[in-house]
């Protein structure tokens, strides 16, 4: 089974502070996707990336960056945390090419920005 | 842009019944569709999926089917159970997107009751 970790399942933070969420996936797959998650908002892309220190900007990609130096982690970060960016970010991973699209995520990391 | 929805936000059911969760899609090019289920507190977890040139496909009490005149998308469970309690979202791929990337719903909270 495909098995994708996330560092944390809460985190708490302070504004301004610097956040890496980290994300781990087992199955030696070359796309790795951040999502964040709000109410009535659905699933929104933040970014993704389809190799090693290869990155793409999502749909909402403000405000933060990306970090793919190995191809089994994919860390999202905020570079100057903010009250708006307390949500649940999911991370996922897929492989590469046409026809294999199915995501598979991670438990999800509830972050809080104070 | 993309446009992967539903018509209706929540589904209450009772328990042993069938469970019908539509979604509407707008890209004729769309060509592969997935089902997602998130339990609260976790990360989505897929469920079944299709591609264009099918019109259905069953899994274990799940049926998806799929309306390419329409363009819709249903997710059909059977004797439904207190775990299948979740949102349930589908996403999309279609020819021509960035290969990888899985457009979402926003999501049905499907609650059963005994």
């Known amino acids: 089974d495909v098995k994708v970790t996330q560092s944390s399942r809460y985190l708490v933070k302070r504004t301004g502070e610097k956040v890496f969420l980290e994300c781990v996936q087992d199955m030696d797959h070359e796309n790795m996707f951040w999502y964040r998650q709000d109410p009535g908002l659905g699933l929104r892309l933040i970014y993704f990336s389809y190799d090693v220190k290869m990155k793409e900007k999502g749909d909402i990609p403000e405000g933060y960056s990306v970090s793919r130096e190995k191809k089994e982690r994919f860390s999202l970060i905020l570079e100057s945390a903010s009250t708006n960016q307390t949500s649940m970010y999911l991370c996922?991973?897929?492989?590469?090419?046409?026809?294999?699209?199915?995501?598979?995520f991670g438990p999800g990391t509830r972050l809080t920005v104070l | 842009g993309e446009s992967v929805g539903l018509h209706l936000p929540t589904l209450s059911v009772q328990e042993g019944d069938n469970s019908i969760i539509n979604c509407a899609y707008s890209n004729s090019a769309s060509d592969y569709f997935i089902w997602y289920k998130q339990e609260s507190g976790k990360g989505p977890q897929f469920i079944i999926d299709?591609?264009?040139?099918?019109d259905k496909r069953q899994g274990q009490r799940v049926t998806v089917l799929l309306n390419k005149t329409v363009k819709h998308l249903s997710l059909q469970i059977a004797a439904t159970q207190p775990g299948d309690s979740a949102v349930y979202f589908c996403a999309e791929t279609y020819r021509g997107s960035t290969l990888g990337r899985l457009y979402f719903g926003r999501g049905t909270q499907l609650t059963v009751w005994p």
């Open positions: 996922a991973s897929s492989l590469a090419g046409r026809g294999t699209d199915t995501q598979y």
């Open positions: 299709i591609r264009s040139n099918m």
